[in-house]
T-cell receptor
Framework: AQSVAQPEDQVNVAEGNPLTVKCTYS??????LFWYVQYPNRGLQFLLK??????LVKGSYGFEAEFNKSQTSFHLKKPSALVSDSALYFC??????????FGAGTRLTVKP | KAGVTQTPRYLIKTRGQQVTLSCSPI?????VSWYQQTPGQGLQFLFE???????NKGNFPGRFSGRQFSNSRSEMNVSTLELGDSALYLC?????????????FGNGTRLTVT
């Protein structure tokens, strides 16, 4: 079965520092991978996706993600974190039924 | 273009009651999915509709049901409410029935069962 795992419940970084939110996946066939962000009392917002092609995918709000097939990872990154980036981040994969399966989420806190 | 609209935003019900949640997808989107979000279980897939047909269903009891209308609007119903049904229910729509189509979420309906 297709699945994603987010090994960290919480990530803390200082404003201006680079951030990484980790995600590993397990799929059969070609992976369709996504990152979403959720702000308090809101639904999830799509950030970026990997379908095929370049391993470095650029998305909204300065975020990017690096697809690594050998390590089955799809880590979310940003060169310089902002306090406003503090939110809950979800990695997701489309499964064989075309349903979106989400990781448990990682809470990112950026401190001034 | 208007986003995904979910109504109501908040609901308080008592055990044993039933509830209906509504979702209006982005115009032109034909696929609508429902998710339950709780602190302990994360995001759990409930079901997905495409062109008025339920394509897939998650691992939830039969008390959870849904439907989609010809205009792609969707409703979700939960009967005989239990305390454990307290959660944020999220609806999401997507443009096409394709694996690279991202989901667009509404802000959810917060259901509290007392």
């Amino acid at each position: 079965a297709q699945s994603v795992a987010q090994p960290e419940d919480q990530v803390n970084v200082a404003e201006g520092n680079p951030l990484t939110v980790k995600c590993t996946y397990s799929v059969s066939g070609n992976p369709y991978l996504f990152w979403y962000v959720q702000y308090p009392n809101r639904g999830l917002q799509f950030l970026l996706k990997y379908i095929t092609g370049d391993n470095l995918v650029k998305g909204s709000y300065g975020f990017e993600a690096e697809f690594n097939k050998s390590q089955t990872s799809f880590h979310l990154k940003k060169p310089s974190a902002l306090v406003s980036d503090s939110a809950l981040y979800f990695c997701a994969v489309r499964d064989n039924n075309n349903d979106m399966r989400f990781g448990a989420g990682t809470r990112l806190t950026v401190k001034p | 273009k208007a986003g995904v609209t979910q109504t109501p935003r908040y609901l308080i019900k008592t055990r044993g009651q039933q509830v209906t949640l509504s979702c209006s997808p982005i115009s032109g989107h034909r696929s609508v999915s429902w998710y339950q979000q709780t602190p302990g279980q994360g995001l759990q897939f409930l079901f997905e509709y495409f062109s008025e047909t339920q394509r897939n269903k998650g691992n939830f009891p039969g008390r959870f049901s849904g439907r989609q209308f010809s205009n792609s609007r969707s409703e979700m119903n939960v009967s005989t409410l239990e305390l454990g049904d307290s959660a944020l229910y999220l609806c999401a729509s997507s443009l096409a029935d394709l694996p690279d189509s991202p989901l667009h979420f509404g802000n959810g309906t917060r259901l509290t069962v007392t």
